[in-house]
């Protein structure tokens, strides 16, 4: 397929997309909270800089990521509110994905970040208009499905380009416009009646039009590109955009670019972006701005390729002539993993690292509990987990040198809601998060400036909790190790055969002249017992496996005597995580957005 000629066919130019994005969405988060904040200036502050801040603040000159000194010199009567604990903001988050997903038709709903959306709303368009009456939109096939009435003689949207007097360009507005409109007001009608926020969005045939249309009149409003996908309209709307706004181009090809076409100095490899880099000016005041056309008319197909490589360069010069092929990728209802992660100018010591991830794991667990567990009821006791991750991922990063991980399993205890989370955060931590870090710490190079803790592998599965997974089978002929299950290809026991992913069973340990074990000689035949795990149980539980498996005070005794720990143990399953294995973000959470959820990874 030639890419470069804008008004060639392209079977994805027939698609009807919609770009959501939540309006001032941090701050109106707070504002939902606390009502008192409406109408005044408020800045979300993280650490010394303001995250985002209000349309009253930026009417008084202060802007994204400004410090917060700076930002109080342009508006002394700025309103700070800590952003930093992202609880709130992924709860409306989250409410906000689960609504428009239950009204598009197949979860067509892509989640970009924790304040934007895609939706295909192309055969729920057409369906309509083939099967409803003239005005009415049905939002299921089923006849008690309901529905919504419109005015089918008009579109319910500001149009994008402003010739012909901001009319249809072309021939008159097809009627699936008109009701893709429709739809995109009713979506966002939902969302304020429901939850009460506020919303834009953006209506074109593909994400990339659609997303840079839907933000041409913020706030509350709706924007549609009214001509043609084959009209030279789409590149004139294209042309003037600075190369990083586009979709798919993002500041680190934009810099690369400038290096190739303005002589900028290459980037600096693993440097990151900034998050507003793509709303604010790229360049200081006396560079020179890259716009779409620029690339398009400077730089030709063959060395975008040369550049970026064949597929990537394909890509970038398709977009920027109007082309998208990118479908929008339906997010899970529960992000393939969740991280907490933070930042610091620097991490010095062991002691101190110990510390910060034992602040992350409180987050994290915070987090497990708010986003995986059924929803609040007048019987607390009865929430049940909707998902159980099986691994826990520790990652460090040490200046711009890149980020190293280390997994291991995830101990069952972390789903015991009758454990308060300080003390299952201070098992997890025990076994096997301090082995992690003291691994990763081990590996020395600069200090650290990021930790990013996080759980992965979500299942439905629950892992088993029963007293048998404190033991491993007893044999007349085996020692304790050997009648464990046998490991997988991963080193780790099979799971079908496994006590659950809970670092229960003790790690092997190299073989010495004089052989320690995991507890003393079975008396009156009891079972091989892990007593690290019997001796971290409460004092009741304890006493009950005790009495039931035959364990006595004196065994107890014996294995602490006899058990000492070797230095800087590693739990069984710990694996060593591939440089490419996950992606890595401003947030840790792979999809670059700064919210640690990965939909599309997340």
């Not at 924790?114 to 055969?123: G, N, Q, S």
């Not at 299952?424 to 081990?442: G, Q, S």
């Not at 710990?574 to 640690?596: F, H, K």
Request: proline fraction near 7%; charged fraction near 25%; hydrophobic fraction near 35%.
């Amino acid at each position: 397929m030639t890419r470069n000629i804008v008004g060639q066919n392209h079977t994805m130019d027939s698609r009807v997309i919609l770009a959501l994005d939540l309006d001032n969405f941090y701050v109106a988060s707070e504002r939902l909270h606390d009502p008192s904040l409406i109408g005044k200036p408020v800045g979300i502050k993280q650490k010394q800089i303001l995250a985002t801040c209000s349309y009253e603040a930026r009417a008084r000159g202060v802007g994204k990521l400004f410090s917060v000194e700076k930002a109080l010199k342009f508006c002394p009567e700025l309103i700070l509110v800590d952003g930093e604990d992202l609880t709130r903001y992924r709860h409306h988050s989250r409410r906000v994905f689960a609504l428009v997903r239950s009204l598009i038709w197949k979860g067509r709903v892509e989640k970009l970040g924790m304040d934007e959306l895609f939706m295909d709303v192309t055969e729920m368009v057409r369906w309509n208009l083939a099967h409803s009456p003239p005005g009415r939109f049905a939002l299921g096939k089923d006849e008690r499905a309901e529905t919504f009435a419109y005015d089918a003689r008009k579109v319910a949207a500001v149009m994008a380009l402003k010739g012909n007097d901001g009319k249809w360009e072309g021939e008159n507005v097809k009627e699936e416009w008109v009701a893709a409109a429709a739809l995109a007001s009713e979506v966002r009608r939902r969302i304020d009646s429901e939850i009460g926020l506020t919303s834009s969005c953006g209506i074109a045939h593909n994400k990339l039009i659609a997303k840079l249309v839907g933000a041409l009149n913020k706030p509350a409003n709706q924007t549609i590109l009214n001509c043609s996908p084959s009209s030279p309209a789409v590149q004139a709307f294209l042309d003037p955009f600075k190369v990083e706004r586009l979709q798919g181009f993002g500041f680190a090809i934009g810099k690369q670019l400038r290096h190739h076409l303005l002589g900028d100095a290459r980037p600096t490899p693993g440097e990151m972006g900034d998050a507003d880099r793509t709303t604010a000016p790229y360049v200081e005041d006396g560079g020179m701005e890259l716009t779409g056309k620029a690339v398009r008319t400077q730089a030709t197909e063959a060395q975008l390729k040369a550049w970026f490589g064949d597929r990537l360069g394909a890509r970038l010069w398709g977009l920027l002539h109007g082309i998208d092929d990118e479908p929008v990728n339906p997010s899970p209802e529960f992000p393939k993993q969740i991280s907490i992660e933070d930042s610091y100018t620097s991490t010095s010591s062991l002691a101190l690292a110990l510390t910060r991830t034992s602040t992350l794991l409180l987050s994290l667990l915070a987090r497990l509990e708010s986003e995986l567990l059924s929803p609040p009821s007048d019987t607390p006791s009865q929430r049940a987990w909707l998902r159980y991750p099986s691994k826990v991922r520790l990652s460090f990063r040490r200046g711009r040198s890149g980020r190293e991980s280390k997994s291991a399993p995830l101990p069952v205890e972390v789903f015991d809601l009758r454990l308060e989370r300080q003390e299952r955060v201070r098992r997890l931590l025990r076994r096997p998060v301090e082995a992690l870090v003291k691994e990763l710490w081990a590996r020395g190079g600069e200090t650290v400036n990021v930790i990013n803790i996080a759980v992965t592998d979500l299942s439905t599965q629950k892992p088993s909790t029963s007293v048998a997974s404190f033991f491993t089978p007893s044999s007349s002929s085996a020692t304790p190790s050997s009648s464990r299950p046998p490991p997988s290809s991963n080193g780790s026991a099979s799971r079908a055969h496994r006590a659950p992913p809970s670092s229960l069973t003790r790690p092997t340990r190299p073989t010495r002249s004089t052989p320690k074990t995991s507890a003393p000689p079975p008396s009156n035949n009891v079972p091989a017992v892990d007593f690290t795990v019997l001796l971290a149980l409460p004092d009741d539980l304890r006493l009950e496996l005790m009495r039931e498996h035959g364990v006595t005070e004196s065994d107890l005794v014996v294995f602490k005597q006899r058990d000492s720990p070797p230095s800087a143990p590693e739990p069984a399953g710990v694996q060593d995580e591939d440089e490419d294995a996950a992606q890595w973000d401003g947030d840790g959470d792979g999809d670059g957005d700064g919210d640690g959820d990965d939909w599309q990874d997340c």
